[in-house]
């Protein structure tokens, strides 16, 4: 079946640092979404992307798809506590089935 | 406008008991999908229902089962308990299959 890998597994950065989570999948994806869960809290949409190459930006998160539509990015500008949290990939495949990555665990030293 | 809940928070069972776990999708949403997530792994779909029929279903055996209500409520069963079940079992909701999720708590369930 579809799956999607993510790296890094951890990370950890300095309060104020930029910090970026890949998305990488064998096959082509009809879109790719990002979710967020801080610790002991649930999955938490962030957003979708569909077309190819497609850049979207939220405050200081900026996510891209790539033009092969089989990988995709997440970055963080200038990172803050409040940005601890998991993030992870999904893929959506035959009907709106959602394969997740395993996720980037991002730690923020104040 | 009501998000996703689920019930119970959290539960004990020991290996070979059946559960049921019981989740109430968000407000106008029709679609119901549960997930298994393993301490430290992303969540796994395990099936998804739309209208009261499964939609679709993860790579899980046949005692993972599930209902859709009519008020497109949901409840995931889960016999013959192993200590592998082991994990948060969450509910999402969406509207026609979309691919935005809305997930709930979750349900921590530990099998002794």
């Known amino acids: 079946g579809q799956q999607v890998m993510q790296i890094p597994q951890y990370q950890h950065v300095q309060e104020g640092e930029d910090f970026t989570t890949y998305c990488n999948s064998s096959t082509t994806l009809s879109n790719i979404q990002w979710y967020k869960q801080r610790p002991g809290g649930h999955p938490v949409f962030l957003i979708q992307?569909?077309?190819?190459?497609e850049v979207k930006k939220q405050k200081r998160l900026t996510f891209q798809f790539g033009e092969a539509k089989k990988n995709s990015s997440l970055h963080i500008t200038a990172t803050q506590t409040t940005d601890v949290g998991t993030y992870f990939c999904a893929a959506s495949g035959s009907a709106r089935q959602l394969t997740f990555g395993s996720g980037t665990q991002l730690t923020v030293l104040p | 406008e009501t998000g996703v809940t689920q019930s119970p928070t959290h539960l004990i069972k020991t290996r070979g008991q059946q559960v049921t776990l019981r989740c109430s999708s968000q407000s106008g949403h029709n679609t119901v999908s549960w997930y298994q997530q393993a301490l430290g792994q992303g969540p796994q779909f395990i099936f998804q229902?739309?209208?009261?029929?499964?939609?679709g279903r993860g790579n899980f055996p046949p005692r993972f089962s599930g209902l859709q209500f009519p008020n497109y409520s949901s409840e995931l069963n889960v016999n013959a308990l192993e200590l592998d079940d082991s994990a948060l079992y969450l509910c999402?909701?969406?509207?026609?299959?979309?691919?935005?999720?809305?997930f709930g708590p979750g349900t921590r369930l530990t099998v002794t």
């Open positions: 999402a909701s969406s509207f026609d299959r979309a691919d935005e999720q809305y």
């Open positions: 229902y739309y209208r009261e029929e499964e939609n």
């Open positions: 992307l569909v077309k190819s190459g």
